[in-house]
């Protein structure tokens, strides 16, 4: 009897063993891809890293973004031009890869990776872009000339803490700062731009707005606007700044994108590039007072 359990148990391990697996499983609510990538930056007091990706056959095109890891054993190995493969995993409003494994290490003077969807636009001027602010108003970047300005991009239902609600939290965040600073109120200027124009109608932005500022905000929008504008007015702006975004295959309602904010001079130049959702508001600030 004990010699039957044993030969069970190895069958049991070869069969588990010899499982095809699935391009996509789920468990629960999670679902689960396979992921291969090239790191471009490592963070590891936020346990994120900057990673440009091949395309996650199912879920989303290749493109370079930010993940949190959760293993804390990668720290120690994970480094920038690191390959490495993984697994995404995907739940309600969350995201993390697992199961990493380092493919190739840097090699010994190896130039650095570019980061394909940030272009180096830093001290480009920044085009006339129109768009329809979350009054109704057509407006264009031109109108934010001689003050400083920070843009940034969301859409109203995104579900990720350190997507869009982190990055409408910062500007919420500056926004009062700015307003309690005599120095910055009159000359930084902060806009949010919705790529989502299907759904970020100027009234949806508006209430979004309010929402973030809290219910004793003022309702002027003088510091902080929202802006959307037609498909081919945002795709420019998002292009310009290296902003990659599409639908979630497997959920329309969802969009899957990078982030980008830029901080924009008086004259209305490039002056820095703030990536993923690594800052603060203090730093957003301190970064607009700088472009001053």
């Not at 001689?146 to 997507?163: D, E, H, R």
């Not at 700044?241 to 490039?270: C, M, W």
Request: overall charge neutral; aromatic content about 8%.
């Amino acid at each position: 009897m004990k010699l039957l359990s044993v030969i069970l148990f190895f069958v049991l391990i070869v069969c588990t063993a010899c499982k095809p697996s699935a391009d996509v499983s789920e468990s629960g609510n999670l679902k689960r891809f396979p992921f291969k990538g090239k790191v471009v930056a490592v963070n590891k007091a936020k346990k994120s890293a900057t990673i440009a990706h091949e395309e996650i056959k199912g879920y989303m095109d290749a493109m370079t973004m930010d993940f949190p890891i959760k293993d804390d054993w990668v720290w120690e190995d994970l480094a920038p031009e690191s390959e490495i493969r993984a697994e995404l995993v995907v739940s309600s409003g969350d995201y993390w890869l697992e199961q990493i494994g380092i493919i190739a290490l840097p090699k010994p003077g190896e130039t650095p990776l570019s980061n394909p969807s940030n272009p180096d636009i830093t001290g480009k001027e920044v085009p006339d872009f129109p768009l329809t602010n979350q009054d109704g108003k057509r407006i264009s970047l031109k109108n934010f000339r001689g003050k400083a300005l920070a843009i940034t991009f969301i859409y109203s239902k995104c579900p990720l803490p350190n997507f869009c609600i982190a990055m409408s939290t910062r500007f919420s965040d500056a926004t009062k700062l700015i307003e309690a600073n005599p120095d910055l109120k009159d000359r930084v200027r902060l806009l949010s731009i919705s790529f989502d124009p299907e759904n970020d109608t100027p009234d949806t932005l508006k209430k979004y707005g309010l929402g973030y500022l809290g219910k004793n905000a003022k309702a002027d929008f003088i510091v902080w606007q929202l802006a959307t504008g037609n498909p081919a007015e945002v795709k420019n702006v998002a292009d310009f700044f290296g902003l990659k975004y599409e639908k979630d295959p497997n959920d329309k309602n969802q969009i899957i994108h990078s982030l980008r904010t830029a901080v924009i001079t008086p004259d209305g130049k490039v002056k820095s590039m703030l990536r993923g959702s690594d800052w603060t508001a203090e730093d957003l600030v301190n970064e607009l007072r700088a472009a001053l």
